[in-house]
């Protein structure tokens, strides 16, 4: 289990106490997005570093990282063991066996109890034979007996030397309603399956030989697990391996041009390769610095003449350094993300794009589209306002915070960056990637015009704020409409669709949904891009679907793959009635038809509905491209 962020910031000092700090260079992994950091409150992020065994800079930083879960089995003689977290060589079984040390390998136990404010910790397995605390100072020493059926829990057993033996039927059982458990089966330790009436106005949670959260946090070690405050909410046993046992809550970003178009594109490429030159500084910071010292120039003159571009002689010494000047005097050395902006990053994004950009040297290449010179230009202008073909973008993910049971979507106003850290550090991890992606812009005055009769999917939406309301007393409804719910729907018709066109998995493709019902920053568009983080390079694949030629197949046949799919009518009729997925907030839309991999989806795969873009077989005119 990789540590919380302090035994990151450890590992760098006693780095830079072995070795000298000459020899630890951060900028190397630091990562700016001015953006994101005053959004999140932070100095910089960065990027997890790799681990060199040689060299001059940066060698044997690893990533701190503990043993869990605690507790092991023998693989041989089948005995367990709780090992320390902090653990570093492999363990092996100490238990005599035959007169001499077993020496079997241990194999982690594959429960782990997990509690809905993010705790986890071992399964209380004594506590679970015994029926409750041992109150007795005997030798108790476990095994794991698994047995030769079908393999289900009731098969597996843990025997106790004192001769106490229980199986694990029914370790993984708890009770809801809703999203709140009021019942569970460390909570019914030493009860009976029938003993207690419980509900959520009646929940199980004085049994004294119930075993409840510790509010053990043991990627924060040690402290996180020795100075634990009890939580005492109710453990849910989950596998290990289960998706539901971290969900990641990122936050992302597109790299936005810092510097106005009228710039020399070569200096956009100087002042972009010189991102952290000087710590976290950025290219424009590092020059401002010299200029400061000297605003003669002289000093900026000498820096700027052992640059790559003045060197081939791609642009004169004297004209690089007063168009540097230039953009030092113009900008004051701000960010243009920050001169009379909007706080929402989506809305600049949005902006952004919708403008384009035709810069080979930059991050950000976007060439808007007429439909006047594409196939079937009528089926686009009708209901399209522009596409714009996104040939390089840089998108830069930023690891906020994770939750446990339910995905952090699922929990809007829950703090989980607070799981990351004991102490407040200045910095959140994060990665760059690069892709390429299509824009779609939907036209504003048919959404308004399909909004006045399609009234209908609000069913959803209030089904989503009704939820989420009772799960948060904070909670602030979105601002969302039945038009986002269309767009989203679209969006992941449109992925499925580009994998069997072009050749991405779909989970290397990922949406992006611009919405906004806000006059002054209206959105209805949608991107689709593939963005990969182990390579800078981008096939140009997903750019190709969006040209004359293609765009219009693409698009029919997504709208095509809405009307029929392998699950109806099941999948119609359930949609249109009671609902499906995540709390019912999900109309027709099934794994068939809508669903697409947690990586690609910001939603969690809710708020979808097919219907909404070709209608139903009673009621095709509910559709938008009916």
Request: proline content about 4%; some cysteine; charged content about 25%.
């Amino acid at each position: 289990m990789i540590c919380g962020l302090d035994n990151w910031d450890d590992i760098l000092v006693t780095r830079k106490e072995e070795v000298g700090a000459a020899s630890v260079d951060e900028s190397e992994f630091t990562i700016r997005e001015r953006r994101l950091e005053k959004m999140l409150g932070v100095e910089k992020f960065k990027a997890p570093w790799a681990y060199k065994k040689a060299g001059k800079m940066n060698t044997k930083l690893s990533i701190p990282a503990i043993r869990f879960p605690g507790w092991h089995y023998c693989s041989v003689c089948g005995y367990m063991v709780q090992i320390s977290y902090d653990q570093k060589d492999v363990p092996e079984c100490k238990q005599t066996r035959k007169g001499k040390d077993c020496n079997g390998r241990l194999v982690p136990m594959r429960f782990v109890a997990v509690c809905q404010h993010g705790h986890i910790q071992d399964v209380p397995f004594k506590e679970w034979v015994h029926g409750g605390p041992i109150t007795d100072t005997n030798h108790h020493l476990l095994k794991y007996e698994s047995g030769t059926g079908s393999g289900e829990l009731a098969s597996i057993s843990i025997r106790c030397s004192c001769g106490q033996r229980k199986s694990l039927a029914g370790l993984l059982n708890v009770r809801k309603a809703g999203s709140i458990v009021f019942d569970s089966a460390l909570a019914r330790i030493g009860h009976g399956e029938d003993d207690g009436n419980f509900s959520i106005e009646n929940p199980n949670n004085s049994n004294t030989n119930g075993q409840y959260c510790l509010g053990h946090r043991p990627w924060l070690w040690p402290e996180g697990v020795k100075s634990a405050r009890y939580c005492g909410a109710h453990l849910q046993v989950l596998i290990k391996g289960c998706s539901n046992v971290h969900y990641s809550e990122i936050v992302s970003a597109l790299y936005l041009p810092e510097i106005e178009d009228k710039v020399n594109p070569l200096v956009l490429q100087l002042i972009n390769r010189l991102n952290g030159m000087a710590g976290d500084q950025t290219g424009l910071d590092y020059l401002k610095m010299f200029y400061n010292q000297d605003p003669t120039g002289n000093i900026l003159r000498a820096v700027l003449m052992g640059q790559p571009e003045v060197i081939k002689g791609q642009i004169l010494l004297d004209e690089l350094v007063q168009e540097i000047i230039s953009v030092i005097a113009d900008k004051g050395g701000q960010d243009i993300a920050d001169e009379n902006k909007s706080d929402n990053l989506c809305f600049e994004e949005y902006e952004c794009i919708l403008k384009g950009r035709n810069s080979e040297s930059a991050d950000f290449k976007a060439l808007r589209k007429s439909f006047e010179n594409y196939v079937d230009n009528e089926l686009h202008s009708e209901s399209f306002e522009t596409v714009v073909l996104i040939e390089k973008l840089k998108e830069t993910r930023v690891f906020k915070g994770f939750s446990r049971i339910n995905g952090a979507g699922f929990w809007p106003g829950n703090d989980s960056s607070q799981n990351l850290t004991l102490h407040t550090v200045n910095w959140l991890p994060a990665s760059e990637v690069f892709g390429e992606g299509i824009f779609l812009q939907f036209k504003d005055d048919k959404i308004d015009q399909w909004l006045l009769n399609n009234g209908r999917y609000q069913r959803l939406l209030n089904q989503y704020h009704d939820i989420n309301n009772k799960r948060q007393m904070t909670f602030t409804n979105r601002d969302i409409n039945p038009a986002f719910v269309l767009i989203h729907t679209f969006a992941h018709l449109l992925i499925k669709r580009l994998c069997f066109n072009c050749g991405y998995g779909s989970s290397s493709l990922r949406e992006k949904i611009y919405f906004s019902s806000d006059p002054g920053e209206r959105m209805n568009g949608v991107l689709i891009y593939t963005s990969s983080g182990d390579s800078e390079v981008s096939m140009g694949g997903l750019v190709r679907q969006g040209t004359e030629k293609f765009l219009s197949k693409l698009i029919k046949e997504a709208i095509e793959d809405s009307r029929w799919r392998s699950a109806d009518p099941v999948c119609s009729d359930i949609g249109q009635s009671s609902g499906q997925g995540p709390d019912n907030v999900n109309g027709s839309a099934c794994h068939n038809c809508c669903i697409v991999p947690e990586t690609s989806c910001e939603e969690y795969n809710v708020l979808l509905d097919r219907s909404s873009l070709t209608g139903t077989l009673v009621n095709p005119e509910w559709g938008f491209f009916s």
